[in-house]
């Protein structure tokens, strides 16, 4: 009787002992989650507010020079400065300049590649669906000073489109398409990089 009790008391209190260390790790491993998700959270330690910004409140007037094309797609310079112009508008922070000579600052692009690769086949492995990728380079700085106030180079964003097999036409407007939408997503996140400051 006195073995038994003494096994049974040994067993209950290894099995206190092992809900307690359960407890302790189920505890440590919920702070270490909460802690990992404020690390997180805190990224940088820069956060936007509504209405906040990353640039001086001086630079008013935005002026989006020409963008240089070194791809071989002819016009791009233009769908992307339009892209680039659209996105000032919409953004509200700043007015877009009407020349360089007004303007407190400069979003200056430059074009390196533009590429279409295959993104899926269909039974008769033909594709039909492409990607296209661009890479640029994306300037903003102060006209006067020439201080870069954001840069980023080999910045890269790509979008997809359907291959209609047999109707050429087609997807060079399902390209055409994509390309536009190629262009207004880039200028969204660059003016989102660029009031950020990251």
Same mark, same amino acid.
């Given at each position: 009787?006195?073995?038994?009790?003494?096994?049974?008391?040994?067993?209950?209190?290894?099995?206190?002992?092992?809900?307690?260390?359960?407890?302790?790790?189920?505890?440590?491993?919920?702070?270490?989650?909460?802690?990992?998700?404020?690390?997180?959270?805190?990224?940088?330690?820069?956060?936007?507010?509504?209405?906040?910004?990353?640039?001086?409140?001086?630079?008013?007037?935005?002026?989006?020079?020409?963008?240089?094309?070194?791809?071989?797609?002819?016009?791009?310079?233009?769908?992307?400065?339009?892209?680039?112009?659209?996105?000032?508008?919409?953004?509200?922070?700043?007015?877009?300049?009407?020349?360089?000579?007004?303007?407190?600052?400069?979003?200056?692009?430059?074009?390196?590649?533009?590429?279409?690769?295959?993104?899926?086949?269909?039974?008769?492995?033909? *594709?039909?669906?492409?990607?296209?990728? /661009?890479? =640029?380079?994306?300037?903003?700085? &102060? +006209?006067?000073?020439?201080? @870069? $106030?954001?840069?980023?180079?080999?910045?890269?964003?790509?979008?997809?489109?359907?291959?209609?097999?047999?109707?050429?036409?087609?997807?060079? *407007?399902?390209?055409?398409?994509?390309? /536009?939408? =190629?262009?207004?997503?880039?200028? &969204? +996140?660059?003016?989102?990089? @660029? $009031?950020?400051?990251?």
């Amino acid at each position: 009787m006195g073995i038994g009790a003494s096994r049974s008391s040994s067993e209950r209190e290894k099995t206190m002992k092992e809900m307690d260390c359960k407890n302790v790790c189920y505890r440590l491993g919920r702070l270490l989650i909460v802690l990992v998700l404020l690390w997180i959270n805190s990224g940088c330690g820069y956060h936007l507010v509504a209405g906040e910004d990353n640039i001086d409140p001086a630079i008013q007037k935005i002026f989006v020079d020409t963008f240089a094309n070194r791809t071989s797609e002819a016009g791009l310079e233009n769908l992307f400065r339009s892209a680039f112009m659209d996105q000032v508008l919409r953004g509200g922070r700043f007015q877009l300049a009407g020349s360089r000579d007004e303007a407190d600052a400069l979003i200056r692009g430059n074009l390196q590649s533009l590429t279409t690769s295959h993104l899926s086949y269909s039974k008769t492995d033909l *594709a039909v669906e492409e990607r296209v990728t /661009v890479v =640029l380079d994306i300037t903003f700085e &102060e +006209r006067v000073s020439k201080k @870069i $106030l954001w840069q980023s180079r080999n910045f890269s964003y790509y979008n997809d489109y359907n291959v209609l097999s047999g109707q050429t036409s087609k997807t060079e *407007a399902e390209r055409k398409s994509s390309l /536009v939408k =190629l262009s207004n997503d880039v200028a &969204e +996140r660059a003016y989102s990089l @660029i $009031l950020s400051g990251f």
